[in-house]
Nanobody, 124 residues
Framework: HVQLVESGGGSVQAGGSLRLSCASSVNYVTDRCMGWFRQAPGKEREGVAAIDSVGTASYGDSVAGRVTISRDNGKNTLNLQIDNLKPEDTAIYYC??????????????????WGQGTQVTVSS
């Protein structure tokens, strides 16, 4: 069983930055798909960023150029740096991990393990 715990959310003004972190209870997810997804009220879950088994990152169209995903295998953590935050980035951000998928990691349906989410609120 994999436990994922997110941290780093909060309230910021537009144009600000946040760094989200996700701690995994196990280390054998570090060479599989891991990703960040978000869900705003009344909207479907959206892929923000993901990293595959060889460390290649992929980003959602709405955040491309403003976010950077990174994985620290030694610490079993997945990080997300979000810059130039916009009010439309307001959502609950979830970390996800999968034990089998290795590529094309920005697909939410492939993930079996999810964190509890961390709220990001951006004011204008």
């Amino acid at each position: 069983h994999v436990q994922l715990v997110e941290s780093g959310g909060g309230s910021v003004q537009a144009g600000g930055s946040l760094r989200l972190s996700c701690a995994s209870s196990v280390n054998y997810v570090t060479d599989r798909c891991m990703g960040w997804f978000r869900q705003a009220p009344g909207k479907e879950r959206e892929g923000v960023a993901a990293i595959d088994s060889v460390g290649t990152a992929s980003y959602g169209d709405s955040v491309a150029g403003r976010v950077t995903i990174s994985r620290d295998n030694g610490k079993n953590t997945l990080n997300l740096q979000i810059d130039n935050l916009k009010p439309e980035d307001t959502a609950i951000y979830y970390c996800a991990a999968d034990l089998t998928s290795m590529f094309e990691c920005l697909r939410p349906h492939i993930y079996n393990y999810w964190g509890q989410g961390t709220q990001v609120t951006v004011s204008s």
